[in-house]
């Protein structure tokens, strides 16, 4: 069975960093898209960043030259790397993977399978 289990969260003061891991299990992460969305309290689960099959990436206008997101395909783990964080930051962070396609969608609704969260906090 298909699973994903989110580690790397925490507290951090705006201006810091955070690296977020995904650990996938029952499939071959490189084998399909993968992303990472987030979501704050009262707001839509937005997309972070993605990344196809062949490595192609593509991010939020929000995240983006700050977040990075990368692929270890021998382990397995999808990695988001935060830079800069502000307090907008702020939400409960998700793997997810788009099972059965190699391409990627900015929207949550095409992923079919979900980590279980990981917060994310950044203070002012």
């Known amino acids: 069975q298909e699973q994903l289990v989110e580690s790397g969260g925490g507290s951090v003061q705006a201006g810091g960093s955070l690296t977020l891991s995904c650990a996938a299990s029952?499939?071959?992460?490189?084998?399909?898209?993968m992303g990472w969305f987030r979501q704050a309290p009262g707001k839509e689960r937005d997309r972070g960043a993605s990344?196809?099959?062949?490595?192609?990436?593509a991010s939020a206008d929000s995240v983006k030259a700050r977040f990075t997101i990368s692929r270890d395909n021998a382990k397995n783990t999808l990695f988001l790397q935060m830079n800069s964080l502000k307090p907008e930051d702020t939400a409960m962070y998700y793997c997810?993977?788009?099972?059965?396609?190699?391409?990627?969608?900015?929207?949550?609704?095409?992923?079919?399978?979900w980590g279980q969260g990981t917060q994310v906090t950044v203070s002012s």
């Open positions: 990344i196809t099959t062949d490595g192609s990436t």
């Open positions: 029952g499939y071959t992460a490189r084998s399909y898209c």
């Open positions: 997810a993977a788009r099972l059965g396609y190699r391409y990627c969608s900015s929207d949550y609704r095409q992923y079919n399978r």
